[in-house]
């Protein structure tokens, strides 16, 4: 259930690939990796922990790397490598097996529309139907998938990756080897109004949108620009589908955010912390480094570096937990409470 | 204050479209549909429950659809053609009042960009700045709106429609008559990563990403591909806006998921569950079938088929209530408990 | 951190623009605009509140508006101008030192593909790559920026800007000066169907979707149309980032709703409501008019107007915050009953 494999390989050369030893046919072929419960006799599976050895049983596969552990396991199939750490040899074949994303062509399709004062360079592949802007630069190695629009002024670093329908606001500046997915925005304007004569009135918002090297960003999250100065995301972070990242926000390096979180103006996210998925963060806070923030949680104050929160509003998850564990026992103590109050004299 | 109706009728003709009968003036004409308190002199509009008599009794409408119940409710509109199930003779005759949908011509749009080696069924129309990569199958009766991005490799079945800017990475699979609205991205890059050497290495994701027939995906949601297997969208399945559903989940037939919802890694949603607004679900889990979840929920751990559960974290909807119910009482339970504490000697 | 600034100015020429008084040095220039904490010699920065005095001390600013109570702060930078509002007078001079957002030309790029009988004043900016459908009307100083979709019927308003790869779906109406980010769909089908012959049935969708005056709407936000109704949002309301707003739904003037907020189908939100990030409201509801719902909150019942509610479910903020106090206090009062109930000889 993967992508086409553009290969096949005798299990005697993944195990030479991966430092490993053959038990059972080393003339056995494979072409593709799969799951134990999905794999066919064409692929390669791995059996990584005793938990998942049930289905070492009745899987189809054609090989399957283990642990020494794990080597004598029965199952059907019994043409077995035997390595170390099977999920990061696993890994380590993909690219073995299948063909990894690569640029379609270098240069720049006839269909996009680069103003003149762009500077490009001439390793770069610029897709169908992409507009470029007055004074952008593009690096070495980029590649700028279809329909992207890269702003005036905007610079994207060396062997960066828009995907498809990418937009980068004027002024966005990208490090080098950012990832962006499908439907990214990139500099949007923050959300900033001032109440005056009856209405909303915007407050411009002329500070940049700041991303640092080896970003990667999911499929249709936005990143807004700065109010006056930047909206920065730290290098090394990743960013998952359908985030929003407010104005002003300075997010350090190494930190994961899962898909929905959204964290409101001109808080700080330190380096390395984890945000689970639909977290929300007020404006203003600070999350300290390391810390890590519980599914759907919402935070509105500020975390000290390295604990873990959770809960609405969001303290530490050692009381979190122990609200929600009162919170079920709750119903069936306030029964014999309510009894016992019934029996007092002076209520 | 819908789209300009493309014909008019006479009530009696609406009557025999139905299967209705009409009392007062048959040769009344209409030419839309519109609700109770909306509807002027031209349109017809339903009254289905007696909840909303009362504003039958202002409405301007020109006719009115009711139930022999409520065939003699006062109002202004005198003109009414009776019938068994209201709702669903307006819905039946929504085709008749205005123009649905339709592909704009058939063929394959000159802006379009069309790889020569994919292939695309003769009666397919393929609206502008589209990009169809190479080996690409697009099949019969296909409506591709304009901006599409298709990848190379990917399968779009018969008679399905991609509202405009969608992405389809390379490998996807689409079933027959599936709709995808505008934004939807299918198939981008799962959120998977192990730290290594002081950073977060991506994990190369080469499973597909596979959409049932008949399905129907909101604008803006993601659907990430599967890391080494497939993520699977089960026939007849409909998912809001903005929902993001992560790497390797598997969900089931007919399924509904409401705007917002989002499903974390590897987690299996069986047939007929319902996700309203907002649900997050936690990865490796499994939501049984036909189970329902009641909005803005988050699931920590597998529910079982036929159960609502709700709340975070998540159980079953009794539980949860008597929990929020026993919230409620508890400040004023405290101050008496309080009270009585304050006054045992052994505290 | 800001865009290139486009014009430097005497400080003695930045307070005759505010109307205030130089201290120091009238001659130095400025270029740009930037917080105390991350101003360079070129720029000039504001202090509103002590609360940020300390920030003064160290900031290498150019210059700082401050208020007259704040005049005499100690700091590095010694050139201060006093004016009674610093953040407004900020706001002011932002225009003054970085070029607003601006038509790149006037007319349509001749990539886009305009149908023939749609109308477009001679006074708009059409970008690269727009399709605009049969009827459309684009009135006069409209900006539609790359990539954009007008469907057939859709009427913008005069002085609109739809930024880039926006979609109007067919028959939507836009306002004067509507803004629209990236990625903004406009009226795609409401999530609505019935379930018969053992399939999700697609309720048809032929409302409108009517956006008011002056509203602003955030990158990829979707707005749905109505079903046989319109949706509607309200002159001057602001929408930010990634906001769903269902069929039906009616929104007022001058509301706020931030980031990732949902609501469902036919509710009706009065003037003046703020919706805080994250918050969700069910369907067929009312907010009455100025109505706040605090951040994350659920919200399952009609809110009266002026009301500031929170919560899950939502209540008035009050009672969810006394809630929460309880919660917090409950594990160890639980510990206290649970001794006392233990040495109860009734139980």
């Known amino acids: 259930m993967s992508v086409a494999p553009s290969s096949s390989l005798r299990l005697a050369d993944v195990a030479i690939a991966v430092g490993g030893t053959v038990v059972g046919d080393g003339n056995a072929m494979v072409s593709g990796i799969a799951s134990l419960d999905r794999a066919a006799a064409a692929d390669l599976t791995f059996l990584a922990s005793s938990k998942y050895a049930p289905l070492l049983a009745e899987s189809a596969a054609g090989g399957v790397l283990v642990t020494p552990e794990l080597a004598a396991v029965p199952g059907r199939c019994q043409n077995r490598i035997v390595v170390e750490k099977p999920h990061e040899a696993m890994l380590a074949l993909l690219p073995r097996f299948y063909r990894m994303p690569a640029r379609p062509f270098t240069g720049v ?16 592949c610029v897709e169908a139907f992409c507009v470029i802007g007055a004074g952008a630069v593009v690096g070495r190695g980029c590649w700028i ?22 937009t980068l606001y004027p002024g966005a500046a990208l490090g080098a080897r950012v990832l962006l997915h499908a439907g990214v925005r990139v500099g949007s304007d923050g959300f900033g109004f001032v109440f005056r004569d009856g209405a909303h009135q915007k407050i411009p918002h002329v500070g940049r949108c700041v991303i640092g090297d080896d970003v990667e960003i999911g499929a249709n999250s936005t990143i807004d620009r700065g109010s006056i100065d930047a909206t920065e995301i730290g290098a090394g972070t990743k960013i998952d589908n359908l985030v929003h990242v407010g104005h002003n926000v300075r997010v350090g390096r190494l930190c994961l955010f899962a898909a929905g979180v959204g964290i ?8 390395g912390v984890m945000l689970a998925g639909q977290v929300g963060v007020a404006g203003h806070l600070t999350i300290g480094a ?16 390295g604990e873990t929160w959770g809960g609405f509003p969001s303290r530490s998850q050692r009381e979190t937990l122990r609200g929600y564990a009162a919170v079920n026992k709750l119903p069936d103590l306030m029964r014999r409470l309510e009894k016992l109050l019934a029996r007092d004299p002076k209520e």
């Open 109 to 124: 399709h006839p269909s996009a529309i680069v103003d003149p004062t762009a500077r490009l360079d001439a390793d770069v």
């Open 145 to 166: 998938g279809p329909h992207c629009v890269i702003g005036e002024g905007v610079s994207v670093g060396v062997d960066a990756r828009l995907v498809s329908q990418v």
């Open 264 to 271: 409101a103006g001109s808080s700080r996210i330190e380096d």
């Open 290 to 305: 390391r810390a890590i923030i519980t599914a759907q949680s919402g935070v509105l104050k500020s975390v000290p570096a």
